[in-house]
């Protein structure tokens, strides 16, 4: 762990974070004393397969683990401990000043709704005082800043009005509205098609050029956080395999699942050879 | 929207059309003679054709369909000259058992079944919402299992089982509910409100279990949705995420087999209005049957159907209202 960077305040301070589920044999631990930091503005990418822990990191951190798991350690954002705030200040804190997106747009917008209440309601329920029209026009702005044309017509659109690119740009305007210092986007182009991906990893980087908030990027693939972060962790079955800045990650990894990692991502100018599994070998080392 | 509804209204039609179409051929086809039967027993062969001929019924079935539809609409009149009978629009048919028209004898009976159906809704609607929010809240804990248990019984007790039992406990053993007497609401509303009160729980009971279950597995379901974690995820209070996020969703389904269990109710609930004595539309078709009072209980049959129908097509169009997933016309 080289480049384990320890300055003053950073934007998050994660320490020994270990979520568990109870389970027949006793308690689980999916994420096990995990540590990493995310500096102010700066952008992170957790990486792993499926089940290393790295959507339940994220959802640790906002304090919506599921139902009977257990947290445990530390996560200092921004100066205050999150994981003793009680639910109310909790509350305060989620979607205000740390915001979060998910994989699937669809199944994560309401389909009863349209897209600008959704979009609004979020920001009333956060600014007290706000009218429905102010939260209109808000909604309409976020819209726009995520390049929906026509915001002030389809603010009254439903979700299955929109495509699949189109509903994660409303995903990302109902965070964006509330102007949030860390967002957390948790495989935000796994569901969409190639182009689409491109566009909204743009946009992912247009906000934090703009807002200057801090991003952590959770995703499978080492492809997308390359474009996007300049710290990577990675992640196998809860626990950390390393982490370090994103060039060094892809230019020297120090670990042999990290460049089984990278060894996945096709490149143009690949040879075509054996697909390399990332099962027995390296089950000893994480143990 | 206007396009929808007529596209809807016209289906409606068409199944209706059919509705009668399948009840004529079934009571034409399949029925004894009517005419034998009201000629009596002391009947000449000649007397029976002088019937048939009054009644139309020797006239092709076609011509008979056509009379029976357009008796619908404009009325009809049956036989002619002085023993002449008028059936006044909408003609449902003439029981000569009765000497009444069928309309009529409807028309008396569906406040009766209006009123229980109206109780047993509300009663089972609210009882199996709640119900069915409490096992979702409680999931798993005592709340949850006792209500289930509750539901199970609901659901395996048959209807007249239950009426008459609660008949023979709550009134003859323990005295707590009169027995019943034939009062209006105006003259004395709570003897009218006691009186109706055991058939509303038994019609209720089993709908109430089957809603809590289905609002329980609607609700835990709901609240499994992405869409709820995205709305804790904007921070808002558990009561928006509740009413806003779980329970819109949840309930939606509900209002879908609540349009067609009312509808069913309205056409009449033949053991319970038969084991209270109420005489609603129910007991009229259980009476019809035994007398075999085939004008009657044709008409029954297609009011059921006809209730149904409606019942869909009002279910439809809230339906419309409440997702915006199946409005048409509001396409991108």
């Known amino acids: 762990m080289s480049t384990a960077t320890d300055t003053a305040a950073p934007l998050l301070r994660v320490r020994g974070l270990t979520v568990g589920f109870p389970t027949a044999a006793g308690t689980t631990d999916v994420v096990k004393s995990l540590d990493f930091d995310l500096e102010r503005g700066g952008a992170l990418g957790i990486v792993g397969e499926s089940g290393s822990g790295k959507s339940m990191t994220s959802l640790a951190i906002m304090g919506l683990l599921p139902k009977g798991a257990t947290r445990s350690g530390s996560i200092e954002f921004d100066g205050t401990e999150l994981t003793t705030l009680r639910e109310r200040a909790m ?21 009863y709704y349209t897209v600008g209440t959704q979009i609004a309601e979020a920001y ?12 209109r026009t808000v909604a309409i702005e976020a819209m726009e800043r995520v390049h929906i044309h026509d915001a002030a017509r389809r603010v009254h659109h439903y979700p299955h009005q929109f495509s699949g690119g189109m509903r994660q740009r409303v995903m990302i305007a109902m965070m964006l509205s509330m102007e949030p210092e860390l967002i957390i986007a948790d495989e935000p182009t796994t569901a969409l098609d190639v182009t689409v991906q491109a566009q909204i990893l743009d946009l992912l980087a247009e906000i934090r050029a703009d ?9 499978h693939d080492l492809a997308v956080v390359s474009e996007v972060t300049d710290h990577i962790v990675v992640m196998r079955e809860g626990d950390l395999v390393e982490q370090g800045s994103a060039e060094r990650i892809f230019t020297d990894p120090q670990e ?21 599994t990332t099962a027995a070998p390296s089950a000893e080392e994480d143990r | 929207m206007s396009r929808f509804l007529l596209n809807r209204l016209l289906g409606m039609v068409v199944v209706l059309f059919g509705v009668c179409l399948f009840t004529f051929v079934i009571f034409f086809v399949l029925s004894p003679d009517p005419a034998v039967q009201i000629c009596g027993k002391n009947c000449t062969p000649e007397a029976i054709d002088q019937i048939r001929e009054n009644l139309g019924l020797d006239q092709p079935f076609w011509t008979q369909f056509w009379t029976f539809i357009s008796g619908l609409f404009v009325g009809r009149t049956y036989g002619t000259g002085p023993n002449a009978i008028d059936c006044a629009a909408p003609c449902l048919g003439y029981s000569f058992q009765t000497s009444q028209p069928v309309t009529d004898m409807i028309m008396q009976r569906l406040p009766v079944s209006a009123t229980i159906a109206i109780g047993a809704a509300l009663l089972w609607l609210l009882s199996g919402v709640a119900g069915g929010l409490i096992s979702a809240v409680r999931e798993g804990r005592f709340a949850d299992r006792f ?6 019984t609901g659901m395996s007790i048959p209807n007249y089982v239950l009426a008459l039992s609660l008949q023979f406990v709550l009134v003859v053993t323990l005295g707590w509910l ?22 509303w729980i038994v019609l209720a009971i089993g709908a109430a279990a089957v809603y809590t279950r289905l609002t329980r597995a609607n609700v835990i379901e709901s609240l499994q ?13 558990p009561g928006l995420v509740w009413r806003r996020h779980a329970l819109r969703p949840a309930l939606t389904p509900i209002v879908t087999i609540f349009g067609m269990d009312f509808a069913n109710l309205l056409g009449g609930a033949l053991i319970t209005e038969t084991v209270f004595g109420l005489n609603g539309v129910g007991k009229l078709a259980a009476d019809s049957i035994t007398k075999n009072d085939q004008p009657v209980i044709m008409a029954v049959t297609l009011l059921a159907a006809f209730l149904v129908v409606v019942g ?3 279910v439809d169009l809230l339906y419309t209202a409440i997702d915006p997933r199946v409005r048409v016309g509001s396409a991108k």
């Open chain 2, 312 to 314: 869909a097509m009002v």
């Open chain 2, 147 to 152: 209500i289930a248990g509750l539901t199970l």
């Open chain 1, 91 to 111: 509350r305060a804190v989620r979607g205000d000043r740390i915001a979060m997106i998910f994989q699937d747009p669809l199944s994560s917008l309401n389909p």
């Open chain 2, 225 to 237: 949705e992405n869409y709820v974690r995205t709305a804790r995820a904007k921070g808002l209070s």
């Open chain 1, 256 to 276: 042999e699942y990290t460049r089984m990692l990278l060894d996945a991502v096709p490149r143009i100018d690949d040879e075509i050879g054996l697909l390399r």
């Open chain 1, 211 to 219: 807002t200057g908030a801090g991003l952590i990027l959770i995703t």
């Open chain 2, 178 to 199: 009169p027995f019943p007497q034939a009062v209006s609401f105006g003259n004395d509303p709570l003897q009218w409100f006691l009186n109706f009160l055991m058939p």
């Open chain 1, 124 to 135: 009333r329920s956060h600014r007290k005082g706000v009218t429905r029209r102010q939260a």
